[in-house]
């Protein structure tokens, strides 16, 4: 069996606490109750833009200087920001369970993106995983001629993919030096600006109660923003990506604990599928099994 390095160790323990801070999100989001996504949205990465602030200030962290990584840091905070939305949207109108699943979508497609991004190949055993997976998420979503009235599961899967290419930018960003801290805040205040107009012009006015749920949002968003961030730049994502399914867990339990959620029998057998198909991700990559007859290469490249 092989020993894990330091740096997979501090990169397995980043994305579980990553895991578990955005459940704490996204169940603090729910407690806040009907408001628009917009809103919610922007008080998410208001709270995490002073957060990332602190930071900076404290570590004297500036932006690397690097022209190229502009586009890459603007393509990550607009459509980081959409993958935002849509699971806030999802988070509002599905079991809490549900909506995490869906969002968890972005490991697969982040492989994907980052064929584009970054030149990774992917392999057709991995593109075989990811479909699978995905058809795995059609038992959640349940795409009827109803889902164009009732969007929701919809805008989960879109927030899942738009997250997927947001992680590929970060790595992006990673290759090309920029520092953590400073793409959390750049998306951070990217967003807020962006979503700005909205809370000004559909404004709902909030009870020291949801505001104060949408403060410990913001807290737990950046606490999550930050540590999958350390996650992917102390260890490759091929190598600790599965570990970020153990948001399913904390979800599930607290959708049962705070909301009495139970998903019905087909949402599980998507979530048995997508752990399974990210289980089976993390061990072809790392080559602990060998598919399609070849030797699995993947581990030491």
């Given at each position: 069996?092989?020993?894990?390095?330091?740096?997979?160790?501090?990169?397995?323990?980043?994305?579980?606490?990553?895991?578990?801070?955005?459940?704490?999100?996204?169940?603090?989001?729910?407690?806040?109750?009907?408001?628009?996504?917009?809103?919610?949205?922007?008080?998410?990465?208001?709270?995490?833009?002073?957060?990332?602030?602190?930071?900076?200030?404290?570590?004297?962290?500036?932006?690397?200087?690097?022209?190229?990584?502009?586009?890459?840091?603007?393509?990550?905070?607009?459509?980081?920001?959409?993958?935002?939305?849509?699971?806030?949207?999802?988070?509002?109108?599905?079991?809490?369970?549900?909506?995490?699943?869906?969002?968890?979508?972005?490991?697969?497609?982040?492989?994907?993106?980052?064929?584009?991004?970054?030149?990774?190949?992917?392999?057709?055993?991995?593109?075989?995983?990811?479909?699978?997976?995905?058809?795995?998420?059609?038992?959640?979503?349940?795409?009827?001629?109803?889902?164009?009235?009732?969007?929701?599961?919809?805008?989960?899967?879109?927030?899942?993919?738009?997250?997927?290419?947001?992680?590929?930018?970060?790595?992006?960003?990673?290759?090309?030096?920029?520092?953590?801290?400073?793409?959390?805040?750049?998306?951070?205040?990217?967003?807020?600006?962006?979503?700005?107009?909205?809370?000004?012009?559909?404004?709902?006015?909030?009870?020291?109660?949801?505001?104060?749920?949408?403060?410990?949002?913001?807290?737990?968003?950046?606490?999550?923003?930050?540590?999958?961030?350390?996650?992917?730049?102390?260890?490759?994502?091929?190598e600790i990506s599965v570990y970020d399914y153990s948001q399913l867990i904390f979800t599930a339990l607290l959708g049962f604990f705070v909301f009495d959620q139970i998903p019905d029998l087909l949402s599980v057998i998507g979530y048995i599928i997508i752990v399974a198909m990210a289980i089976l991700m993390f061990l072809y990559n790392n080559g602990h099994i060998k598919l399609g007859?070849?030797?699995?290469?993947?581990?030491?490249?």
């Open positions: 069996m092989a020993v894990l390095n330091s740096g997979k160790k501090k990169g397995i323990f980043y994305i579980v606490c990553s895991a578990f801070f955005f459940a704490l999100m996204l169940m603090f989001v729910r407690l806040a109750g009907d408001l628009p996504s917009m809103e919610k949205a922007f008080f998410r990465n208001f709270v995490a833009m002073f957060f990332a602030l602190f930071v900076l200030i404290k570590d004297k962290i500036r932006f690397s200087g690097k022209k190229e990584n502009i586009k890459y840091l603007v393509l990550r905070s607009a459509i980081g920001m959409g993958g935002i939305i849509g699971n806030f949207y999802a988070v509002d109108h599905l079991v809490l369970s549900d909506a995490s699943i869906l969002n968890k979508m972005s490991p697969f497609f982040a492989i994907v993106f980052s064929f584009f991004l970054v030149k990774e190949k992917v392999k057709p055993i991995q593109m075989a995983i990811i479909t699978t997976a995905f058809l795995g998420s059609m038992l959640v979503v349940k795409p009827s001629a109803e889902i164009f009235q009732n969007p929701a599961s919809l805008a989960g899967l879109m927030g899942g993919i738009c997250a997927g290419f947001a992680y590929a930018c970060v790595r992006k960003l990673g290759e090309n030096g920029e520092k953590g801290p400073f793409v959390v805040f750049f998306f951070s205040a990217f967003s807020s600006l962006c979503l700005l107009p909205f809370l000004i012009f559909d404004y709902h006015p909030m009870t020291l109660q949801q505001i104060t749920y949408l403060l410990l949002a913001g807290l737990s968003a950046a606490g999550g923003q930050f540590t999958i961030t350390a996650a992917y730049f102390h260890a490759p994502a091929r007859g070849k030797k699995n290469e993947s581990a030491t490249n």
